[in-house]
Every structure is written in structure tokens, then in C-alpha cells.
């Protein structure tokens, strides 16, 4: 599996944004899709947005639509999640996964990163 490592998070006041970066070492990471998922407390980790192998298709929660914006550079063997217009109910735990194929899917691989603390404040 290819090391994923998370950064970006913090504390930010609702209606601010950030930017989550998840960087891969390894000479797969361009063959598969990426996504990003969250865990608030005493919450499931739910999926937040996804991006395929080459960057052209992306697929959003609902939640999210709108706001936050995923891409990709294959020459950094790195993923982003922008994050505009933050909400209190945006606080979680962002993790980066690695998803099994090519094609976005809403549903995880089994490689995850170490996580990064967002918290928005209201």
C-alpha cells in the first residue's frame, strides 16, 4: 500500500475555508482513484467527495456540493480537498483513502491516511 499523510487541518471560523492536502509516496498512486471521507465524534466516517485516476470525473455528498472542490496532481502524487464556506456541522476528522479502481466510488479501499482535525467554529 502507498503511505498516505493528511495536512491542512485546523480551527477556522464558519464561513472561512481550508485546504487539505493528502500526499502519497509510491509509483501507483496515479492508477487509482482518490477520495476523501470525515468522522465526526460518535459518528460513522462518511464519504465527502471522490476523484478518478486522471482527475476528469468527481463526484460530492450532497452536504458538500458546492462548497468544497477535490483535485489532483499525479506529477506530486497528491490529492486536495478545498473547503469554502465552512459550517460548524463540517467538524470532523478528514481521512484520504485510496479507492480500490480507477472510477470514483462512494465506497472506501482499504488504505487510509492518519487523519487531519477540521474544526469549524460558529
Known amino acids: 500500500q502507498v503511505p498516505l499523510v493528511e495536512s491542512g487541518g485546523g480551527l477556522v471560523q464558519a464561513g472561512g475555508s481550508l485546504r487539505l492536502s493528502c500526499a502519497a509516496s509510491?509509483?501507483?498512486?496515479?492508477?487509482?482513484?482518490m477520495g476523501w471521507f470525515r468522522q465526526a465524534p460518535g459518528k460513522e466516517r462518511d464519504f465527502v467527495a471522490t476523484?478518478?485516476?486522471?482527475?476528469?470525473?468527481?463526484r460530492y455528498a450532497d452536504s458538500v456540493k458546492g462548497r468544497f472542490t477535490i483535485s489532483r496532481d499525479n506529477a506530486k502524487d497528491t490529492v486536495y480537498l478545498q473547503m469554502n464556506n465552512l459550517k460548524p456541522e463540517d467538524t470532523a476528522v478528514y481521512y484520504c483513502?485510496?479507492?480500490?479502481?480507477?472510477?470514483?466510488?462512494?465506497?472506501?479501499?482499504?488504505?487510509w491516511g492518519q487523519g487531519t482535525q477540521v474544526t469549524v467554529s460558529s
Open positions: 476523484i478518478s485516476w486522471g482527475g476528469g470525473v468527481t
Open positions: 509510491g509509483r501507483s498512486f496515479g492508477n487509482y482513484a
Open positions: 483513502n485510496q479507492l480500490p479502481g480507477r472510477g470514483v466510488a462512494t465506497t472506501p479501499g482499504d488504505n
